[in-house]
Nanobody, 128 residues
Framework: QVQLRESGGGLVQAGGSLRLSCAAS????????MAWFRQAPGKEREFVAA????????RYADSVKGRFTISRDNVKNTLYLQMNSLKPGDTFVYYCAATLTRGYISETYQSPPSYDSWGQGTQVTVSS
């Protein structure tokens, strides 16, 4: 099992930037792929970005491509999400997730059931 804890959320004006962090503990960080998801109240959790264990491969949702960047530091055991050009439509609770059984990005990378560990979430609110 692995423990994940997000931080870095907050209130920002449209056009601004935030960087989310996800600190991991419990298993060797560099062995598993990870992702960011986001969720609004009463809505399904939606995929944002994924990254392989080495950090060499990434995938993005079309809605954030070109604005968000996922990265990881396998020395600091931390996953990041740099969010630029934020829009009010980016207002969600953001979650990091880990898939402990593989280091690559699977075909089902956009599906929440593909991940077996989740953080508690961090709120991002973008004002217009």
């Amino acid at each position: 099992q692995v423990q994940l804890r997000e931080s870095g959320g907050g209130l920002v004006q449209a056009g601004g930037s935030l960087r989310l962090s996800c600190a991991a503990s419990g298993r060797t960080f560099s062995t598993y792929a990870m992702a960011w998801f986001r969720q609004a109240p009463g809505k399904e959790r939606e995929f944002v970005a994924a990254i392989s264990a080495s950090g060499s491969r990434t995938r993005y949702a079309d809605s954030v491509k070109g604005r968000f960047t996922i990265s990881r530091d396998n020395v600091k055991n931390t996953l990041y999400l740099q969010m630029n050009s934020l829009k009010p439509g980016d207002t969600f609770v953001y979650y990091c997730a880990a898939t402990l059984t593989r280091g690559y990005i699977s075909e089902t990378y956009q599906s929440p059931p593909s991940y077996d560990s989740w953080g508690q979430g961090t709120q991002v609110t973008v004002s217009s």
